[in-house]
């Protein structure tokens, strides 16, 4: 028996250390292969897999809830403990784009069906529920879908969200970019020979450790600038490539989900820019949605490092600079509570440059406007993700 495992471990590992020959098919070769050797132990579980997939949305489908209010992530402010920032590698340096171009977390859709703000390409699809949080869930052993966005993604842009189920199978997600006529520019690969990343673009191919790795829900993200593309699981940077245009510019993003253990994804939100925060800074006012908070909580999480990082390098090159701190919120909850709520993050986003960065607290003014300064149309989803956010007005 150890004999046995022993052999396929060598054999797995011999698969995923051969360099991708080619532009297509690349997954469904590796897969394949690993199919006909680790997957056999994943397929004898594959009945319990999905036995327990089921039961952990415990018949949630037969609700025809409409869904519930927003999610509270709006970028504010927020109390963290000293050195949670510290700890955060500086090769972390995502931040969200500010123009939101879609965002769905699939409250909107009917617990069983397919969302209506998606494309099915292939496979069986459905919106889930674990745990009071909506998920959409691949129900086939392999399936493609891609977000109901405008033709073409802008030179700056980020994507983001929330992936469960990743484990067990080989290959569980894949997120490709796609030229306008169908090629690959650029794909993404995990878990790829054990829990690492793999990125491929044209002749550029990584395989990269996720140190931190393991099995449970993974924050994907990816950032692009211009011809350059980073991919983040996490807090972990894994593939950073300078040119990812030899095949075409990127025009569409498509999600493949290939796995016996119904692999899920949620919170998903699709976004233009950023510019950096030093130019807007320099032009006297930043706003960002780089600031992260737990629903009703006022502690800025570990992930907003990046943006408060860029916010105090300007600040110590700029001695002199005060800055006006603002939250604001969306309209969703009772506009008195939005209001304290806002007013309590700005001033913990202080805190947070002050006690985490060293940067004078009485350089900073604070203040909360709630939901009375919307950006955006709070009737949809990406209006109100827009009136989520933290302002920096440079005093004079």
């Given amino acids: ?154 030179e700056f842009w ?34 790829y020979s054990g829990r690492n990343l793999a990125f491929r673009s044209g002749d550029v191919f990584s395989d990269t450790p996720y140190e931190a790795g393991a099995a449970g829900r993974h924050h994907f993200m990816f950032m692009a600038r211009g011809t350059a593309l980073k991919t983040y699981i996490d807090r972990d940077r894994l593939a950073s490539v300078p040119d990812v245009t030899t095949k075409g510019v990127p025009a569409e993003i498509d999600l493949r989900m290939w796995s016996t253990e119904k692999p899920m994804i949620t919170n998903v939100r699709l976004a233009e820019g950023c510019r950096p925060a030093r130019d807007a800074l320099d032009e006297g006012k930043l706003v960002t949605y780089g600031i992260h908070f737990d629903t009703g909580s006022d502690v800025v999480l570990p992930d907003s ?35 304290d709520l806002s007013r309590r993050r700005a001033g913990s986003v202080a805190k947070a440059l002050a006690d985490g960065f060293a940067i004078a607290a009485d350089r900073f003014a604070t203040d909360g406007k709630g939901d009375t300064q919307a950006l955006a149309n709070n009737a949809k989803p990406e209006g109100r993700a827009m009136n989520r956010r933290v302002e920096f007005t440079k005093q004079p």
């Fill in 158 to 191: 980020t994507l983001e969200f929330d992936a469960l189920q990743l484990d067990g199978a080989g290959i569980a997600l894949t997120v490709t970019g796609l030229t306008a006529d169908g090629n690959t520019a650029w794909e993404a690969m995990y878990p």
């Fill in 305 to 339: 490092a990046p943006i408060l990082r860029q916010v105090a390098a300007w600040m110590e090159k700029h001695p002199e600079a005060k800055l006006q701190i603002t939250g604001h919120t969306d309209n969703v909850g009772k506009p008195a509570t939005n209001l």
């Fill in 1 to 154: 028996m150890r004999f046995r495992g022993l052999k396929l471990a060598l054999v797995a590992l011999l698969i995923a250390c051969l360099a991708p020959a080619s532009d297509a098919g690349f997954g469904d070769k590796l897969k394949k292969k690993l199919g006909d050797v680790g997957n056999k132990q994943a397929d004898k579980a594959a009945d319990k897999a999905s036995g327990e997939a089921d039961k952990a949305t415990g018949g949630a489908e037969s609700s025809s809830s409409g869904g519930t209010a927003a999610k509270d992530t709006e970028p504010a402010s927020g109390k963290a403990g000293k050195g949670a920032f510290e700890s955060v590698s500086t090769r972390f340096d995502f931040v969200p784009g500010d123009s939101v171009m879609f965002v769905d977390d699939f409250t909107r859709d009917e617990l069983g069906e397919f969302p209506a703000r998606w494309k099915l390409v292939g496979g069986t699809f459905e919106v889930a529920e674990l745990k009071g949080e909506r998920w959409l869930r691949c129900v086939s052993t392999d399936g493609h879908i891609r977000m109901k966005v405008p033709a073409g993604l802008p």
